[in-house]
């Protein structure tokens, strides 16, 4: 097994996120991205919270993985959910997804046991113009659009996933979701973070700039929003059960 697939790797990468202003910066930002609106009453959970912190911004929330860990609420898999049908409110996940070895089972599972108006959120990388450029040749986790399924081949935590799956599923195949989960209606998708994150340094101890110059490269990330589809390196993207 992998470092990066054990329990112990949870603190250690809690511990570099909050280190680092950018990097902890930015997950503050994807958390309130995150954070369901108008949705019914009830649980909120967050699949794979892994070494994250999102209770600092969803104090409600009830976090999650397929390991233990520190802060890990419950461990069970997104492919098995220990809930009853229709009693969650939303599910939440921030770089996840792409890592899930059955996603087609997953949404079936959070479809089931979430109430009707309940919502699924999640930010992912995204196949942009630019993501592609920088998940093909410059990410070390593996990526294949041209994957002919949704399957993620392997069984390692974080060791295994496929970097395009988020854009295989909701914008290449989207015909396909809609055929599969009729009652899942995708609400949003939306690019965003063209560069911050490749300034941060990600998990590596380096970060590119000073902190002090955030402020001004957000707003002028924010200024080249117009054309996120084509730069945009992560993705928002939201689903609401319609029934």
Known sequence: MEYIDTKESLASDQDKIKSKYFLHTIYLNFYKQLTPTNVPSGKIIELGSGGGFAKDIIS???????????????????TKIPFKNNSISAYVMLDVFHHIKDPKKALSEMYRT????????????WNSLWGHLIYKYLHHEYYN???????????????????????????????????LFPNLKIVAIKPH????????????????????????????????SPINHILGMFVTIKLVKIK
């Open 193 to 224: 973070t063209p560069f911050l994150y490749l300034i941060s340094g990600g998990l590596k101890p380096i970060q590119l700039c000073p902190n002090f110059l955030y402020p001004y490269l957000k707003k002028f990330e924010e200024l080249l």
């Open 114 to 125: 979430l109430k009707p108006k309940g919502q699924i959120i999640m930010v992912e990388p």
């Open 60 to 78: 409600s929330l009830t976090t999650s993985d397929v390991i233990p860990g520190p802060d890990i609420d419950q461990v069970f898999s997104a």
């Open 145 to 179: 659009p041209k994957s002919i399924d949704w399957k993620v081949r392997g069984h390692g935590r974080m060791s295994d996933s496929n970097t395009a799956l988020p854009w295989i599923v909701f914008q290449r195949d989207q015909k396909l979701f809609k055929k």
